[in-house]
């Protein structure tokens, strides 16, 4: 893992979806292509590669999107990646590389974690919008483990398609409001095994990308499924996927409940950083999470609107907040927690 081996050839090259023409593009019979200032789309890359016409980075210039701008036009694009996938029966990796994957990248490269969050946690749960999620996390979290470039783009990518065998689980078995019976959560588990089958069959595709796939939901401790194995026998890649997945699940809206609070998912996870999920990993997560929270305005579960002022290395799902006039540090208090984020964080981590 530590390596670069096995990375897929176009994950290698220069990403130009989303980036701004700063020139005019002219075909060999110098007719107009494509104008200065467009912002390169799939079909408009498409219409290059048809005339023969290449790109390098001095013809393009990285424009400025919003979170929201950027996760939307992720979803979009990984919704008709699922689309082909469902009908062709394959993953089309190279385009997944040319498309989705420089979105997420660019979203996970940004310093502005609090708008991202808040970002992520207004969307509702499905397949295509939680694979984004949780590529978007798992690529947050590779950054801070401080992991090599190639890395988080491996990570990411196995965040992004670790959810693909649920594509064969019944529509109706995943958007069930109740409870799943025995037989319907059996079907659920096999999704593990489907996206591994799937992945595993794509030529030039990095193995621990379809392992993450297969291992997501195994735990520390071995009570995870498909297999049950100990976390010494669990790669990293989908250590730290399984961390992103368990966080995204719980912090989106589901059929059959709302989003949990950030700091209530957070205190969940780290509650089981002994057990089920790697302690390093979730250590690392809770405190970049926690701390990019700092100057941010949140409701406090008695009504109170405060702001966080500081988070503590041995508790930081607990932090100190600053509302009503008062200083209040929530390790005192017991009964009182940190609700929903609010809009205008100002602190970038």
């Given at each position: 893992?530590?390596?670069?081996?096995?990375?897929?050839?176009?994950?290698?090259?220069?990403?130009?979806?989303?980036?701004?023409?700063?020139?005019?593009?002219?075909?060999?019979?110098?007719?107009?292509?494509?104008?200065?200032?467009?912002?390169?789309?799939?079909?408009?890359?498409?219409?290059?590669?048809?005339?023969?016409?290449?790109?390098?980075?001095?013809?393009?210039?990285?424009?400025?999107?919003?979170?929201?701008?950027?996760?939307?036009?992720?979803?979009?694009?990984?919704?008709?990646?699922?689309?082909?996938?469902?009908?062709?029966?394959?993953?089309?990796?190279?385009?997944?590389?040319?498309?989705?994957?420089?979105?997420?990248?660019?979203?996970?490269?940004?310093?502005?974690?609090?708008?991202?969050?808040?970002?992520?946690?207004?969307?509702?749960?499905?397949?295509?919008?939680?694979?984004?999620?949780?590529?978007?996390?798992?690529?947050?979290?590779?950054?801070?483990?401080?992991?090599?470039?190639?890395?988080?783009?491996?990570?990411?990518?196995?965040?992004?398609?670790?959810?693909?065998?649920?594509?064969?689980?019944?529509?109706?078995?995943?958007?069930?409001?109740?409870?799943?019976?025995?037989?319907?959560?059996?079907?659920?588990?096999?999704?593990?095994?489907?996206?591994?089958d799937l992945l595993v069959r794509e030529p030039g595709l990095d193995?621990?990308?379809?392992?993450?796939?297969?291992?997501?939901?195994?735990?520390?401790?071995?009570?995870?499924?498909?297999?049950?194995?100990?976390?010494?026998?669990?790669?990293?890649?989908?250590?730290?996927?399984?961390?992103?997945?368990?966080?995204?699940?719980?912090?989106?809206?589901?059929?059959?409940?709302?989003?949990?609070?950030?700091?209530?998912?957070?205190?969940?996870?780290?509650?089981?950083?002994?057990?089920?999920?790697?302690?390093?990993?979730?250590?690392?997560?809770?405190?970049?999470?926690?701390?990019?929270?700092?100057?941010?305005?949140?409701?406090?579960?008695?009504?109170?609107?405060?702001?966080?002022?500081?988070?503590?290395?041995?508790?930081?799902?607990?932090?100190?907040?600053?509302?009503?006039?008062?200083?209040?540090?929530?390790?005192?208090?017991?009964?009182?927690?940190?609700?929903?984020?609010?809009?205008?964080?100002?602190?970038?981590?």
């Amino acid at each position: 893992m530590t390596d670069d081996k096995g990375l897929h050839p176009l994950i290698e090259k220069s990403h130009l979806l989303g980036k701004r023409l700063n020139k005019n593009i002219y075909n060999r019979n110098g007719l107009l292509i494509l104008p200065a200032s467009s912002i390169l789309t799939t079909e408009s890359l498409k219409s290059l590669q048809e005339h023969g016409l290449k790109l390098d980075s001095t013809d393009v210039i990285l424009p400025e999107f919003e979170p929201e701008q950027l996760v939307r036009l992720a979803i979009r694009e990984m919704k008709e990646m699922f689309a082909d996938i469902r009908a062709a029966g394959r993953v089309p990796v190279d385009k997944v590389c040319r498309t989705v994957l420089p979105a997420i990248m660019r979203i996970s490269g940004r310093s502005d974690t609090y708008r991202i969050l808040l970002t992520l946690e207004k969307q509702d749960e499905d397949t295509y919008k939680h694979s984004v999620g949780v590529g978007v996390m798992a690529g947050l979290l590779a950054k801070w483990l401080g992991l090599s470039v190639n890395e988080r783009v491996r990570i990411t990518l196995a965040g992004l398609l670790h959810d693909v065998g649920k594509l064969f689980v019944p529509q109706s078995i995943l958007q069930k409001p109740g409870q799943l019976d025995e037989q319907e959560f059996r079907e659920v588990k096999r999704h593990a095994r489907y996206g591994y089958d799937l992945l595993v069959r794509e030529p030039g595709l990095d193995p621990v990308i379809a392992l993450a796939a297969l291992q997501h939901h195994e735990r520390e401790d071995g009570s995870g499924y498909p297999a049950g194995l100990p976390g010494n026998r669990i790669e990293k890649v989908s250590k730290i996927v399984a961390v992103a997945d368990v966080f995204h699940a719980m912090s989106s809206k589901r059929a059959y409940r709302n989003a949990l609070p950030l700091f209530d998912v957070l205190q969940s996870i780290a509650d089981h950083a002994y057990g089920m999920l790697d302690p390093g990993i979730v250590r690392c997560f809770v405190r970049h999470v926690t701390e990019c929270t700092i100057g941010s305005r949140v409701d406090l579960s008695d009504g109170t609107q405060a702001t966080v002022v500081m988070v503590h290395e041995a508790d930081p799902c607990r932090p100190l907040v600053y509302g009503s006039g008062q200083f209040i540090d929530l390790r005192k208090r017991p009964g009182l927690k940190i609700g929903r984020l609010r809009d205008g964080g100002t602190v970038s981590v």
